[in-house]
């Protein structure tokens, strides 16, 4: 889905000019709109995609070797350790085509995984996020992965239509776009007039790519759990976890449908915030159908005409609406590029292809919460403290080393941040980079939020030269962290345990009076007068429920662990 610089309205199919007619419309080549043709294929099976996808890998190998030699620097050009890797370089010529091997490592590694079709370019799209985990010169050149795609011809990208929603295509629609607005390595994208004549975007998943993704997904399980023994320092099994995880669910259109609704309710008190309608008549798990938005890019020259008010106030709309995706709700748009930013009349900001989202649980965007605050409000301390507790300490890692770091890069930004210097999204985005050095690790979605950020500055910064994202989300960002702790939110999240605890209360007699009982045999047992230590008996029962209590409520383990330790001491006591 896309936004149009100077949309037209489409109430009626457009004139037909000579040529072959469908649909009301002549049918031009997918090489007239800048696509090539998508030939379909019986998915291979999974012996020869594996020998295929090990082919890749033996000359990505090879590629290395004869990468190696130019990698070193001219001081180390000299010796028998260059000639050795001179030597191997040329031998590893033999078995790599020359147009591959004349090229560095980098591109070799986006070459080939073009090669392997769109899974695997997806799976370098999501890798050149991975900052934290891969040297800046692999992610720099795996950005420049094909992102217009084979497409369908028109004729069968109606059949998916009919097939994804029963029935004639002519009885939902009016007129269908024939040229594609976008191909990707999952969906392909027209637009299209419904019977009431309004503006949508339908969006169809291509054939055969599911198939496909779950064929290639266990070769990746397989290939992670291979590539974790040499290259553990780079998480492969981890990474590619999730990725096979993230597009198993993108191939499903009900779930963009759902996320969303779900950022229409999230933001239903913001009518400035837009998200696009979804047509359930019109879409299933195949088909999406949903509002088209007829505005502008930020990076138009459109735009860039518009005046200086409206400017600052769609800057302020995005500031406001990323802070709130990532630090109240946890859920956030995980794929914002400024194609997928819509300024739209109001003015407002409108957020398309919804597909991709990352979701925060309750600690960890508290804590990035806390994170983030300190960053703008200069408490660099604090901050890398706070960005410590989302992580994930490996092996042999250093916090205390990798906290200093992180302080320093900090206190870096607060001295001279510049867009074109170190910018906030930067500076975050290398200090996550920065784990791998000591053995510390972060969640995709960490990545991914950095990503938003990174995205986020760039759009205001064409909006708005000099534009300062602390300066602007300062404010938003208080406004969150004051709701966080307002007696209402801490109410709320007190209730939520509430089960738990009415359940410990309601328990609460009849493991008291079990406790009585095991403790009245216990004394008996000891031949001992029935009522002496019966003091001890009620302390210790009382204990042990109330430990209990507070364990199912979700309490500071310290304190219901001493109860409970405390309990069983008084129960075992022969002199209680």
Known sequence: MRAAESPPHFSEPPPAPDGEIYFGTRLPSLEEAGFE?????????????????VWHLRGLLLGALIDRPRSLSNSARHGWRYNRWRLLGLLARLGVRPSLASQPFAVQLRRRLEMLGPTYIKLGQ???????????????ELKHLLDRLPAVPYRRFIELVEEGLGGRVTDHFRWIEPSPTGSASIA?????????????ILK??????????????????????????PWSRFQPRRVLREFTEYTSRETDLKREADNCETFAANFSDQPDICFPRIYHHLSSSSVLCMEFFEGLRPDTVATAALDDETKDRIVDLGAFALVRMLY??????????????VILPGPKAGFIDLGMVGRLDDEVRRNLLYYYYCLVSGDAKAASRYLTHVAEVGPGGDIDGFRREVE?????????STFEGLSLGRMILESVALGAQFRIYFPLEMVLMSKALVTFEGVGQTLRPGFDVAEVSRRHIRTVLIQQWSPWHLAMEGLSGAPEIIEAVVKAPQLLGQGIRFLEKATKSQNENPFAGLRGTLFGGFCLV?????????GPWPLWALLFITGLLAALNKKS
């Open 126 to 140: 999501v890798l050149s996020l991975r900052e934290d985990l891969l040297p800046r010169v692999i992610t720099e």
């Open 328 to 341: 109240q709700d946890g859920f956030f748009h995980a794929d914002l590029h400024p194609g997928n930013l």
């Open 188 to 200: 392909q994208s027209h637009r299209a007039t419904t019977l009431e004549g309004d503006s949508v």
């Open 408 to 416: 320093d890069l900090s206190r870096r930004w607060q001295r001279n």
């Open 37 to 53: 043709e998508l030939v379909e294929r019986r998915p291979a099976g999974l012996l020869r995609r594996f020998l295929v996808v």
């Open 546 to 554: 109330a430990g209990a209590i507070l364990a199912a409520a979700n």
């Open 204 to 229: 169809v998943v291509k054939p055969g790519i599911r198939e496909t993704l779950r064929r290639d997904a266990r070769l990746l399980n397989l290939l992670g759990w291979v590539l974790q023994i």
